[in-house]
């Protein structure tokens, strides 16, 4: 699944597009097994995307920190929530940083301080949990 979600990502931005919400939610899985990329309500034909009225609705928890302090997206922004696609396929399902509210994830993620703070699924190995904080 998660080399799936690479090679649509890397198709995509072949494309000069911006997902902007690439989250498990967005993904749909075949029969065989095979992961697409869907839901492109937030997508952007360009290479940076700059939001007008930055009030609107962002899916913060999947948000990159530069694209939440600034508005601004890219595709960097992108592996950021491809990022957190693997942790929501690695923990099962899970939701990512289940404790915080928007705000306090919005806070820790621009800072940089708790991107593992949320702590470790159950089922992430000791080894694997060190590679993701290295």
């Known amino acids: 699944m998660a080399s799936d979600a690479a090679s649509g990502m890397a198709y995509l ?6 997902h902007r919400d690439l989250a498990a939610r967005n993904c749909l899985v075949s029969e065989t097994g095979r992961l697409k990329i869907a839901d492109f309500g937030m997508s952007r034909e360009e290479n940076i995307y700059e939001l007008s009225d930055r009030r609107g609705q962002i899916p913060i928890k999947w948000t990159a920190p530069e694209a939440l ?3 601004r997206y890219t595709i960097k922004c992108d592996v950021w929530s491809y990022g957190v ?3 929501e396929i690695f923990s ?3 939701v990512p940083y289940r404790f915080w509210s928007n705000p306090q994830t919005r ?3 621009e800072s940089v301080a708790g991107l593992l703070a949320s702590g470790t ?8 949990f060190l590679f993701i904080g290295s």
Do not use: I, R
């Not at 931005?13 to 911006?18: D, G, P, R, T």
């Not at 699924?121 to 694997?128: A, E, K, N, T």
């Open 69 to 71: 302090a600034t508005g």
């Open 92 to 94: 099962y399902g899970d």
């Open 13 to 18: 931005e072949s494309k000069n597009c911006l």
């Open 107 to 109: 806070e820790m993620v």
């Open 121 to 128: 699924p159950v089922c992430f190995s000791h080894c694997l």
């Open 85 to 87: 696609l693997l942790w």
